[in-house]
């Protein structure tokens, strides 16, 4: 399924959501496959595409269809999304690592940080990935592109 040119804020927050979970998961057990699938789902929709995303293609499917539809206006661009995707992707490659190379604090710190901004986003709506990307294209070029 094509992914449409914006994306409905709630599917963002769902997606929030259930990443919050995983990456709490991984904080509690200190599991670096936990951090692994994580980083994988991180990586395919920061450099691949928003549509790859499994949570969205459930809210897409499952969610959405039972709630009113969002107007054009309250929609969001997906090029802050996919940014804030990438810098997860960072923090959980360095979690990843920190957990398997058994530096369980490093492992823990990028977790967890990458934890409350993921609780951020599903609590609030407030995505501080997207509020970096905001701040780097005020003084700098950073390449837009939808998929």
Do not use: H
């Not at 990438?86 to 959980?92: H, I, P, R, S």
């Amino acid at each position: 399924m094509p992914m449409p040119a914006t994306l409905d804020p709630r599917g963002i927050r769902f997606t929030a959501a259930i990443t919050s979970v995983i990456l709490a998961i991984g904080l509690v057990t200190g599991s670096w496959r936990v951090l692994a699938v994580q980083t994988v789902l991180f990586a395919l929709c920061a450099f691949v595409g928003m549509g790859l995303n499994p949570w969205g293609a459930v809210y897409r499917s499952a969610v959405a269809p039972r709630l009113r539809a969002v107007p054009e206006s309250e929609r969001e661009s997906p090029a802050p999304v996919r940014f804030s995707q990438g810098v997860g992707f960072a923090f959980a490659v360095v979690a990843t690592a920190g957990y398997a190379l058994e530096w369980t604090t490093l492992g823990m710190v990028a977790n967890a940080l990458a934890l409350v901004a993921a609780l951020l986003n599903a609590a609030f709506g407030y995505c501080l990935g997207c509020q970096l990307y905001l701040v780097l294209r005020r003084f700098g070029p950073v390449k837009q592109e939808a998929r």
